[in-house]
């Protein structure tokens, strides 16, 4: 089984001409409201994979919740350890400009109410993947690791955003995930090897002994695992915007492994699984279904 301890959020998204500079104002179009939330994204993304989840969060008391929940509960992920807080539902301000590039703000409220006591009630076996990301307290993603270790569970951290003080978790997990600015970031952290990305998830891989994955947006993604390295290309498609695209990759991954798949076949179901999500608006809706995502791999290899 799948647990992801994270974020859940509303996303509020709008579209502009282009990114603005800091102090200016850009005119803009369409407005929209969809659950996200680092967390929320991949615990979706997962369940579309077809694995079975459980999301572990927080959620405020406002009429933001239910809204922030809804395509999870349609997504059957086990929402029974996301419990509600005093403070508001978290909310991402997320601009999309031209080709789909975007800028986004992440207040956290409920998510910054999870804590130790939320990490050390996760109820963890040797076959299970514990999910992070970095937009929850790191104090409780320190525990949950911890905890994670202790039952023999693998751990997948997504390294987003890149925050400096988590650089110590790193060292803790099985699997890192980094785009490439978080990879550089976290090599340049660690006073590792600054030159190539390949060259840095070797150093990465080499010093923390994990698996380290690299997505590199429309270029695919790359792997390092032990002395194997696989680069796998994204697939051809027209971008509408990156909005939870890596989310899409890094639960599709999970799920991949999570039903025993090795780290390159996991790889290419997750680069597929991330592109598709560049086709539609937004994160959770854009998330694709199993089905749409073997399809287009078997296109690729002429196979479909």
């Known amino acids: 089984m799948i647990t992801v301890f994270g974020s859940i959020n509303l996303d509020l998204m709008g579209t502009v001409e282009r990114l603005p500079r800091p102090g200016e104002t850009v005119p803009g179009g369409a407005f929209q409201t969809a659950p996200g939330g680092k967390g929320a994204n991949q615990a979706l993304a997962a369940a579309r994979a077809g694995t079975r989840v459980r999301l572990v969060g927080a959620v405020g008391r406002d009429s933001f919740s239910e809204l922030a929940l809804a395509l999870l509960k349609a997504g059957g992920v086990d929402l029974s350890k996301v419990r509600t807080a005093q403070d508001d539902t978290g909310v991402a301000l997320i601009l999309v400009g031209p080709g789909g590039e975007n800028m986004i703000a992440v207040l956290p409220g409920a998510n910054g109410t999870i804590g130790q006591a939320d990490a050390k009630a996760l109820d963890l ?180």
């Open 125 to 304: 076996t040797h076959d299970d993947i514990l999910v992070l990301q970095l937009e929850i307290p790191i104090d409780a993603i320190a525990v949950a690791i911890e905890r994670a270790r202790q039952s023999g569970a693998r751990v997948l951290l997504n390294f987003a955003p890149f925050r400096r003080d988590a650089v110590p978790l790193a060292r803790m997990v099985t699997h890192l995930i980094v785009n490439e600015t978080e990879c550089a970031s976290l090599a340049e952290a660690m006073g590792l090897e600054t030159g190539s990305i390949d060259k840095q998830a070797r150093a990465l891989a080499a010093e923390l002994q994990a698996a380290v994955i690299v997505t590199l947006g429309a270029d695919g993604a790359i792997a390092v695992e032990d002395r194997s390295a696989w680069t796998v290309p994204a697939l051809p498609v027209q971008a509408i915007d990156t909005v939870g695209a890596g989310d899409g990759f890094c639960g599709y991954l999970a799920a991949a492994l999570s039903a025993g798949q090795p780290l390159e076949a996991a790889l290419r179901l997750a680069t597929a699984a991330g592109s598709l999500t560049c086709t539609k608006s937004g994160a959770q809706l854009a998330l694709p279904e199993r089905r749409e995502v073997e399809t287009a791999l078997r296109t690729l290899s002429g196979t479909g």
